[in-house]
């Protein structure tokens, strides 16, 4: 019997059952564990492991900043996931529900959701550009090669002819790639005069793109309809979203290879510069990486793994989890590089210089690498249809997130059962929240909110949550759960790095961001300071919830001093616990009435009873007090 309860354990079914019903048939959950594992790798592994962590390594020491990238995610990344999931599993609540283990802390929760609609709202901008980009390929030659076209300016000078194809002069092509305040290359012009239609100024919206603004509906009907039903039907689509960018992937990396200066590109990006691994700024950066990469402090993880199964070993998916989205990056550098290198000999320049990060690197240094290799059409289109799942399997959760929440929140049947009109409510004002974003100055603003909106403010929220958890509610209790509901408590390892060695790593990110502070410009634009301005508030709007809900928490407790009203805010409510009665045991076993232990007391003393039913009721005392009701069935 305890074989076969372990066994059930493992693979997220509760002890006992054969079936593959859902275990919590009020709210749902997923069809099988595969299902949350690919979600999760799927909301994990985004834009940023192909566009961010390839720049993050060539700027500061190639395979030197390996060693602090994978020192951070054994120390703070791996750890806080598995924080995440362990406590929306527990609950089987969104990222507002769980907060019941301490009332006052619940602003971490709308925190965590004004974060996620600020990321929903501009990611879906970047999929619908590459959506865009992605029709635009389906070409004979693809639009942004020569520099003939209405948009392109008497300064343009394309890497190649337009005669025989063949490139252009050395000295055309150094201007090309140095001179960036007379940028010329047609993917340049292409992206800023067609694309975009830029504008000189944030506060210059100009036009509304309307193919932009296209594409963007395009985007959010996807999502909605992957998010229809909820985890059943994204749980179904993310086998093929969350699986096939790999195969993307290594396609362009076996492309990649083969190309001639390939190698030249990997060994830039391997090659270790040892004596940056003492620069402090190395060490601030993959801390930062692992941790924004990961997708902590957005709600996502927290409500994906409230879907799962009370007894589902999250330990053992954060850690695959976890593994899959750096390995990832690692992967992604070596696509990525194995083009530039690819790109940089056939220009005759560094590597360096024709390496980007951000948009810059999806959408003009690719997108011009790519008119370089045979059928370029054909791997644009696979390449920017890797971007749009990448993208689209970040974009599930970012929107199930803030779904989940207003549904739990409210929870009654009314709203449960009409989840899928709060799904489309949801998604209908994302899409007009994005309008602005598809003007001439959209992309100002995209910036703006990436750069401010889900920068210093995450690392903040997760600071808070591990104080909140570990010395507020207390690190023994939590254990205690942990252990009820996987069977073993946390590591000893983990234990360590939740009490200490995390906060004191986030803290570190914290300080470094800050440090390394620079106003946000985009090339030679430099944002006013209302725009800064505007950015700092977006920052500080989900912060400000945690201060702002407390006190209206603390206000309303009961107690005659502020001392008395703040014990009371801080200690778990009645709700707090697994959300099945059948898991509520031991401290959380409901308590039994007066009068069925007065009958239970008469059962005992009559002696008129048989022996059996006196061990019966025995047996059922026992379920009542400490909940082990497997082991005592299998004795009756």
């Not at 799927?42 to 962590?53: D, E």
């Not at 963007?216 to 909820?230: A, R, T």
């Not at 690819?342 to 210089?353: C, E, I, P, Q, T």
């Not at 289109?381 to 929107?399: A, N, R, Y």
Request: hydrophobic share 45%.
């Amino acid at each position: 019997m305890a074989e076969k309860c372990s066994e059930g354990l493992l693979n997220g079914a509760v002890p006992g059952e054969t079936g593959k019903r859902d275990e919590n048939i009020k709210r749902g959950n997923w069809g099988n564990q595969i299902e949350f594992v690919l979600t999760s790798v799927g909301y994990a592994v985004g834009l940023g492991n192909v566009w961010r962590f390839p720049y993050l390594c060539y700027r500061n020491g190639g395979g030197a900043f390996m060693f602090p990238y994978f020192i951070m995610l054994v120390f703070c990344g791996i750890p806080l996931f598995f924080m995440e999931l362990s406590f929306g599993q527990f609950a089987s609540q969104g990222c507002l529900g769980v907060w019941r283990v301490s009332p006052m802390f619940k602003g971490i929760g709308y925190g965590m959701m004004v974060v996620s609609t600020y990321i929903g709202i501009y990611y879906n901008v970047v999929i619908c550009i590459a959506f865009y980009y992605f029709f635009s390929s389906m070409t004979r030659v693809l639009p942004w090669t020569y520099c003939t076209n209405h948009w392109n300016t008497p300064d343009c000078n394309g890497v190649l002819n337009v005669t025989n194809g063949s490139t252009g002069s050395s000295f055309n092509v150094t201007q090309i790639l140095n001179q960036t305040l007379k940028r010329t290359s047609p993917s340049e012009e292409y992206w800023r005069r067609y694309v975009l239609k830029l504008s000189d100024d944030i506060g210059n919206l100009g036009e509304v793109r309307l193919p932009l603004l296209g594409c963007l509906g395009v985007s959010w009907v996807v999502v909605f309809l992957c998010l229809i039903k909820g985890v059943k039907s994204s749980g179904k689509v993310v086998y093929f979203t969350a699986t096939f960018p790999y195969v993307v992937l290594t396609i362009l990396f076996v492309r990649g290879i083969t190309l001639e200066g390939a190698v030249t590109g990997i060994t830039y990006y391997l090659t270790p510069q040892w004596d940056k691994i003492l620069d402090a700024k190395v060490w601030g950066d993959a801390a930062s990486q692992i941790f924004y990469s990961l997708g902590c402090a957005w709600g996502g993880l927290i409500t994906m793994a409230s879907y799962n199964k009370f007894h589902n070993n999250c330990y053992r998916d954060s850690i695959i989890i976890s593994i899959t989205n750096c390995a990832t990056s690692v992967y992604a550098g070596f696509v990525i590089f194995s083009i530039l290198g690819f790109m940089a000999n056939h220009l005759g320049v560094d590597v360096s210089k024709v390496a980007d990060h951000g948009p810059g690197l999806a959408f003009v240094a690719y997108p011009e690498a790519l008119t370089l290799l045979p059928i370029s059409p054909l791997w644009s289109v696979l390449f920017f249809f890797m971007l749009i799942l990448l993208g689209l399997g970040t974009q599930f959760c970012l929107l199930e997130t803030l779904v989940t929440a207003v549904v739990d929140e409210v929870g009654n049947d009314w709203i449960i059962r009409r989840k899928t009109f709060v799904t489309l409510a949801v998604a209908v004002v994302g899409f007009l929240l994005g309008v602005p974003l598809t003007t001439q100055a959209g992309i100002y603003w995209l910036l703006l909110m990436d750069n401010y909106a889900a920068s210093f403010s995450l690392v903040v929220i997760s600071c808070i949550m591990c104080v909140a958890i570990m010395y507020i509610y207390g690190h023994c209790n939590y254990f205690k759960d942990i252990e009820m509901m996987l069977g073993f408590p946390p590591p000893f390892f983990f234990q360590i790095c939740w009490r200490f060695i995390s906060p004191v790593i986030i803290f570190f990110i914290l300080v470094f961001t800050v440090i390394q502070y620079r106003p946000i410009s985009y090339n030679a634009y430099v944002y006013p300071n209302w725009a800064i301005t505007i950015g700092f508030l977006m920052a500080l709007s989900s912060v400000i919830c945690i201060p702002v809900y407390a006190i209206y928490c603390v206000l309303r407790s009961e107690g005659d001093s502020l001392l008395q009203r703040l014990k009371n805010a801080t200690r778990p409510s009645r709700e707090w616990g697994p959300a099945l009665p059948e898991h509520r045991t031991g401290r959380y076993a409901p308590p039994l009435s007066s009068s069925t232990e007065s009958q239970l007391e008469v059962q005992l003393l009559n002696p008129e009873k048989p022996k059996s039913d006196e061990a019966g009721v025995a047996v059922a005392i026992t379920v009542g007090s400490n909940g082990s009701t497997h082991s005592q069935d299998s004795k009756i």
